[in-house]
């Protein structure tokens, strides 16, 4: 009998997938585990493995295609095997017959609505708001922990419906210039969800900053001290990326409002520390995060990163290496960036923009002396996180950043 092959639910959160690739043509033999397709959802790019050895007997869409999750994508079984077909339209009937199920339909369409509802992850204001102000929860895209949609997602959509009913009067209407000629590149899956992300963080977090230059001359030896015995236990050079994920995480379990969430229910503080470092990628960017960072050694930390950074490069995370994030950090100093705002990553509630260490001159108390600089700043979600707070935390960081030895009070 032949093997069906479905579209995976590759995270808590996925509903459909894009097939953007497919490895192998209808006819051709496959072994078990070997890949099918590749498929993108909002977070990542995965390889879909082989259920079965046989032959590809049928692929039903075509690469592009968006597909629910656990939809039959292809078959895999014996050369010459048939494979099942659509079903066919039944025949005429009558009008008292397609009255009544047309009737049932509805009640049927009805009771499944009101159990895909039920299965989206709401708050119970939440549901409450929708019903009261018919919108389908299907719709929203919910900012709370782990997608949960909480009241501020449903309050969003209601003004965005209420912003779109509105007409400008005739009076009042302007003549539109001609747009500018060019090129027009369709978005890519993830340059959309990332743009949806940002404006909705903007939008939901009320942002301030926090900027800390700090002297990073201790930073630099310790990155130089660290290299033979990092490189010798796990053949990798550390970064100051890495250095900081460890620091970052020391200053963190000081401050836990940095690295909570806030929801309708109160605010959420986590367990762990799971830093999330923002990756460039052709077409965009992705955060993989270091789970449990308090738990481990810079060179456990470099060893991991580098995996989480290669493979996130080469699409090939997994849902979870990219989710559960508490907090983030954006290094843009290997590019000579001096200092950027960043904006957090929803549903954190902040995120550390770091520049590049440059000479500088720099009043000791006696001369003015070349020492090495960085420049740091602080996304803040104002919700949680009051100034004073965010102040300290910095100043804690600084310390940390430039007497090492602080790491083991």
């Not at 039944?90 to 047309?102: D, I, S, Y």
């Amino acid at each position: 009998m032949a093997k069906e092959v479905i579209m995976p639910k590759l995270g808590l959160t996925m509903e459909e997938g894009v097939i953007n690739k497919w490895f192998v043509r209808e006819g051709e033999r496959v072994e078990k585990g070997d890949p099918l397709f590749e498929v993108a959802t909002d977070k990542v790019n995965m390889e879909v493995e082989s259920p079965a050895s046989g032959v590809v007997l049928k692929i039903l869409y075509p690469e592009g295609a968006t597909v629910p999750i656990t939809e039959v994508v292809a078959y895999i079984g014996e050369e010459g095997e048939e494979v099942p077909v659509p079903r066919k339209e039944a025949p005429e009937e009558k009008p008292e017959a397609r009255e009544r199920v047309a009737e049932e339909e509805i009640v049927t369409q009805k009771a499944e609505t009101e159990a895909a509802e039920e299965r989206i992850k709401a708050s119970p204001l939440a549901r409450k708001l929708a019903r009261e102000y018919g919108i389908d929860l299907a719709t929203i895209t919910g900012t709370g922990p782990g997608g949960r949609i909480v009241r501020e997602d449903v309050e969003r959509a209601r003004k965005a419906l209420e912003e779109a009913k509105k007409e400008v009067p005739v009076t009042e209407r302007v003549p539109v210039a001609p747009e500018a000629e060019g090129r027009v590149v369709p978005l890519s899956r993830m340059r959309r969800i990332i743009a949806q992300r940002m404006v909705e963080s903007v939008r939901m977090k009320p942002h301030f900053f926090v900027f800390q230059e700090i002297l990073a001359e201790e930073l630099v030896k310790m990155r130089e001290r660290l290299l033979p015995l990092v490189e010798k236990e796990t053949g990798l050079r550390v970064s100051y990326t890495d250095i900081l994920v460890k620091v970052v995480a020391k200053a963190l379990e000081r401050y836990p409002l940095l690295y909570a969430s806030f929801t309708d229910e109160g605010i959420v503080f986590h367990e762990h520390v799971n830093i999330g470092v923002a990756v460039a990628l052709e077409d965009g960017l992705i955060v993989p995060v270091v789970k449990e960072v308090e738990r481990k050694s810079i060179a456990q930390i470099t060893r991991e990163l580098h995996d989480l950074v290669e493979r996130a490069k080469a699409g090939k995370l997994a849902p979870e290496e990219i989710s559960g994030g508490t907090f983030t950090i954006s290094n843009l100093g290997m590019f000579g960036i001096d200092a950027f705002t960043a904006i957090i990553n929803p549903p954190e509630s902040a995120i550390l923009a770091c520049g590049a260490i440059k000479k500088k001159p720099v009043f000791d108390g006696k001369d003015i002396v070349p020492l090495a600089v960085m420049e740091l700043v602080l996304s803040c979600d104002h919700r949680i996180v009051d100034g004073a707070v965010a102040a300290q935390f910095m100043q804690f960081l600084k310390t940390l950043l430039e007497e090492p030895f602080a790491l083991l009070l």
